[in-house]
């Protein structure tokens, strides 16, 4: 799971977006690990969101994830 977390980070970081769907980072992890379940994935997200490396972000049908401090985030 850990390698699974720094994938998602390192996406994060990298990626000119701000706010992401799973699927994105389902997409990134893929890449790396292609024997990556959907669950461990899903895991290691709510284990970052948790660790409040990344947040949570609502579009009122969806959520959306973000890396903490990157962008417009959170609210101000």
């Not at 996406?11 to 977006?17: D, G, H, I, L, P």
């Not at 992890?29 to 292609?34: H, M, N, T, Y």
């Not at 990556?36 to 970052?48: D, G, M, S």
């Amino acid at each position: 799971m850990e390698d699974i977390k720094k994938i998602i980070i390192a996406y994060s970081e990298a990626s000119k977006k701000t706010k992401f769907y799973f699927k994105d980072l389902q997409k990134a992890v893929l890449k790396e690990l292609p024997d990556a379940k959907p669950r461990e994935i899903k895991k290691a997200a709510t284990a970052l969101i948790n660790d409040e490396t990344l947040i949570y972000f609502s579009t009122g049908s969806s959520t959306m994830y973000g890396l903490k401090g990157r962008g417009q985030t959170e609210d101000h």
